[in-house]
């Protein structure tokens, strides 16, 4: 196989095997030399399943700091610089860059990875949809039989295989709260593990030689959909289920509010106001359609559009008419009011001259039946007294019972009444008729 496919984990050849055996062996002898000492557990039996979560929340051995520190050392700046494609057939992705990580998946012929730096002979991917992965199952969150789960503690390592005996994903941990696809499960001595597709930021390694730059490039979209494939091959097809079931949701809720605002506007919304609001509603979930990769519910939402805007177009028409006949009515009921004002203003002028008219007859018969005044003159106030000013000399005193002559002080009268001739005294007027006079 391609990529180290010769290889085993640790990823050795056959020479090395043997040395390293022949090197077990020989720290076997030593030990039992010193006295039978036995290789160090992590942990006893009955702790073995909390010995791994201890160990998945964080790398402990110096180990496998010593590989993840000497490779991270090696990498260029991050981010994804192009799109590769493989030459070549059941290529092994790898969890670290060398032979002596263990394998992640293989990919074939024709696919396609995101390259985002490169550490000598080995290039660092991401795959789209994903790779297949272990978690040890007590630091994730997860309703047995579920597609899903999260992960509930803090810097989670993933690993190739379900043991802590090999190097895990280095420097790439899990956040609380990621969620994960499951698409397996295995029970070890230790515990249980999930088998979980990586997360779509989690890289791994693909040597050099079995890439090179996609030419042409892939069309947009390409990648989307090799990542369902792919994530739908890794799950058994259960996510593909699962598109299907949220699809069906998605497609019977755009149906149901298109058959409202379809009843809405069969209904006899006839007014601009709730037209405008329906029409954008029916927009909305024209553009919903489309998001949803549903055509012939925006084939319909489209048609409900134009229908809906003809509609508009219609009563926008006939507001306008009716706006127009409202505005000439109104021109035609103000000008009856004005021509009802002027009648009326006419009318109160008529009143008026003849109130007029009839207090002149009045004052004329009263002052018929009075005969000739007495005196005429301006009323004024000397010495405590009322007296008849004319000409600026007084000319009588003036006494009353039936008028109160401090209010006609300064004003010109004509009297009628009684007159006293008086020898050593100005005579004096009893008053028992007065008209004020104008001027």
Not at 143 to 162: E, H, I, N, S
Not at 271 to 300: F, I, K, N, Q, Y
């Amino acid at each position: 196989m391609a990529g180290g496919a010769r290889c085993y984990h640790p990823r050795m050849s056959p020479g090395y095997r043997a040395i390293a055996g022949l090197g077990l062996a020989l720290a076997g002898l030593v030990l039992i030399a010193l006295g039978g000492f036995g290789v160090p557990r992590a942990a006893a039996a009955d702790d073995e399943g909390a010995a791994a979560a201890d160990d998945d929340v964080a790398l402990s051995d110096g180990a496998g700091d010593a590989v993840a520190g000497d490779a991270a050392a090696g990498d260029a700046a991050d981010g994804v610089v192009r799109v590769l494609e493989l030459t070549g057939d059941d290529v092994y992705l790898r969890s670290g860059p060398s032979i002596d990580h263990h394998d992640v998946g293989r990919l074939s012929r024709g696919d396609l990875v995101l390259e985002e730096a490169r550490d000598g002979d080995f290039v660092r991917v991401r795959v789209p949809g994903g790779v297949a992965l272990y978690v040890f199952a007590a630091l994730l969150d997860w309703d047995g039989g579920a597609l899903r789960c999260k992960v509930a503690a803090d810097d989670v390592l993933m690993r190739a295989t379900p043991t802590t005996g090999h190097y895990p994903l280095y420097d790439q941990k899990l956040q609380r709260g990621t969620e994960l696809v499951v698409i397996g499960t295995e029970d070890t001595s230790r515990g249980r593990w999930l088998r979980v597709v990586s997360p779509p930021d989690v890289h791994v390694w693909i040597h050099a030689r079995y890439v090179r730059v996609a030419d042409p490039p892939p069309a947009p979209g390409v990648l989307a959909a090799r990542a369902r494939a792919r994530l739908d091959v890794l799950s058994g097809g259960r996510t593909r289920e699962e598109r299907e079931r949220l699809a069906a949701a998605r497609r019977a809720a755009l149906g149901e509010r298109l058959r409202e605002l379809t009843e809405k506007v069969d209904g006899g919304a006839a007014d601009t106001g709730t037209l405008s609001g329906t029409l954008a509603a029916a927009r909305r979930l024209a553009l919903d359609a489309g998001d949803a990769a549903e055509p012939a519910l925006r084939a319909r939402a489209l048609a409900l559009v134009e229908r809906i805007t003809g509609l508009l177009e219609e009563a926008q028409k006939a507001a306008a008419t009716r706006a127009a006949e409202a505005a000439a009515n109104t021109g035609a009921q103000a000008e009856r009011e004005r021509a009802a004002a002027q009648r009326r203003q006419q009318e109160l002028e008529e009143l008026r001259r003849h109130r007029e008219a009839q207090a002149e007859a009045e004052r004329r018969r009263r002052a018929a039946s009075r005969g000739a005044p007495a005196a005429a003159g301006i009323v004024r106030v000397r010495a405590g007294k009322a007296v008849l000013e004319k000409d600026g000399a007084v000319v009588l005193e003036l006494r009353s019972r039936k008028f109160r002559l401090a209010d006609y002080v300064g004003k010109r009268v004509r009297l009628w009444g009684h007159r006293q001739e008086r020898e050593d005294a100005r005579d004096r007027l009893e008053v028992t008729s007065l008209e004020v006079l104008s001027r």
